[in-house]
T-cell receptor, first 120, second 109 residues
Framework: GAGVSQSPRYKVAKRGQDVALRCDPI?????LFWYQQALGQGPEFLTY????????KSGLPSDRFFAERPEGSVSTLKIQRTQQEDSAVYLC??????????????????FGPGTRLTVL | RKEVEQDPGPFNVPEGATVAFNCTYS??????FFWYRQDCRKEPKLLMS???SGNEDGRFTAQLNRASQYISLLIRDSKLSDSATYLC??????????FGKGTTLSVSS
């Protein structure tokens, strides 16, 4: 079946430009995560959705970063007034985790191929 | 101090070698532990989960020591195809994954 897809795969933006990155999770996956991976580093958590609810946005580095998942499937990560330090690969992951507080065992997160953002 | 620390790389080994990666984590509330593999310019993929009892998957053996907050990965009989970055990952109750910086392995013939 289809995995997680992301678009665009590559984005070059001029400093100050706004960008929008899209993630299509695996069909039926309740949870969706965004991560940022700078060159030579491991991915770092940005934000988490369970269906359409954004349950955790503690990793967003500034108020220029905004994410949404209005219908509980596709998600968009928007970066306003991009800066050079925003250059990174933005990874989206989805998983089947959902349900109550009782059932919070780990479910594998499946990653998309990422969007490589370069800010000039 | 980062929440997950890994051995600095890169590791350059010949085919057939045994190589070990170590990792420590700082948050004692961490509940799940993993090794992910990431090929150059690709997304991370789950290699294996790590359990306190230790677990093995073919040539790969993972160990977890909760008391010392230490995770390891052993690769026996290295293959060229094992060349990749190995990411140590921890998780709390199904929330975000916390990744280490990664250790790069290069296996040569």
């Amino acid at each position: 079946g289809a995995g997680v897809s992301q678009s665009p795969r590559y984005k070059v933006a001029k400093r100050g430009q706004d960008v929008a990155l899209r993630c299509d999770p695996i069909s039926g996956h309740v949870s969706l995560f965004w991560y940022q991976q700078a060159l030579g580093q491991g991915p770092e958590f940005l934000t988490y959705f369970q269906n359409e609810a954004q349950l955790d946005k503690s990793g967003l580095p500034s108020d220029r970063f905004f994410a949404e998942r209005p219908e509980g499937s596709v998600s968009t990560l928007k970066i306003q007034r991009t800066q050079q330090e925003d250059s990174a690969v933005y990874l989206c992951a989805s998983s089947t985790l959902g349900g109550s507080e009782r059932d919070r065992s780990y479910n594998e997160q499946f990653f998309g191929p990422g969007t490589r953002l370069t800010v000039l | 101090r980062k929440e997950v620390e890994q051995d600095p790389g890169p590791f350059n080994v010949p085919e057939g070698a045994t190589v070990a990666f170590n990792c420590t984590y700082s948050n004692s509330a961490s509940q799940s532990f993993f090794w992910y593999r990431q090929d150059c310019r690709k997304e991370p993929k789950l290699l294996m989960s790590v359990y306190s009892s230790g677990n093995e998957d073919g040539r790969f053996t993972a160990q977890l020591n909760r008391a010392s907050q230490y995770i390891s990965l052993l690769i026996r009989d290295s293959k060229l195809s094992d060349s990749a970055t190995y990411l140590c990952v921890v998780n709390q109750a199904g929330t975000a994954l916390i990744f280490g910086k990664g250790t790069t392995l290069s296996v040569s013939s």
